[in-house]
Structures are given as structure tokens and as C-alpha cells.
């Protein structure tokens, strides 16, 4: 396998994460995406990247959500 087939392959999966990650997500509001996508172990770059949002915007709603958990 060469590289540009591993290339075509990656880019494909990347794809299809994307599309999964739209449905499941697509119905959720922006808490809960942003809770889904970290426990499925999306860093907060890449969940800004689904959601539209800076990664910075991401960590600190990750911050408001982890200390709310921790009161509950």
C-alpha cells in the first residue's frame, strides 16, 4: 500500500467519523455535545472543529462542566 492509498483511506475515515459524530450529536444541545465528544475522547481542538467553536471556548465550557459535576 502506498502512501497516497493510505492517504485516500485516512481521509475517509475522517469522513465517516464526521458524519457519525453529526448524527449523534445533531439532536443534543451545546453542553451535551461538548460532554458527548469529550467522553468519546475528542481533544477540545477537534470538538471545536465539529461544533463550529474555538478550542478555547471548548476547554472553558469543559471547566464549567466538570466543576458542575463535581457539585452534583
Same mark, same amino acid.
Given at each position: 500500500?502506498?502512501?497516497?492509498? *493510505? /492517504?485516500?483511506?485516512?481521509?475517509? #475515515?475522517?469522513? *465517516?467519523? /464526521? #458524519?457519525?459524530?453529526? =448524527?449523534?450529536? =445533531?439532536?443534543? @444541545?451545546?453542553?451535551? %455535545? *461538548?460532554?458527548?465528544? =469529550?467522553?468519546? @475522547? !475528542? %481533544? ?5 472543529? !465539529?461544533?463550529? /467553536? ?8 469543559? !471547566? ?5 459535576? /463535581?457539585? #452534583?
Amino acid at each position: 500500500m502506498n502512501d497516497k492509498n *493510505v /492517504k485516500e483511506i485516512c481521509d475517509r #475515515l475522517d469522513t *465517516v467519523i /464526521k #458524519l457519525m459524530v453529526a =448524527s449523534i450529536i =445533531s439532536t443534543k @444541545g451545546y453542553e451535551d %455535545q *461538548v460532554w458527548i465528544l =469529550s467522553n468519546a @475522547g !475528542f %481533544q477540545p481542538k477537534e470538538i471545536a472543529e !465539529f461544533l463550529g /467553536k474555538t478550542p478555547n471556548a471548548v476547554r472553558v465550557k469543559l !471547566f464549567e462542566l466538570r466543576k458542575e459535576k /463535581k457539585r #452534583l
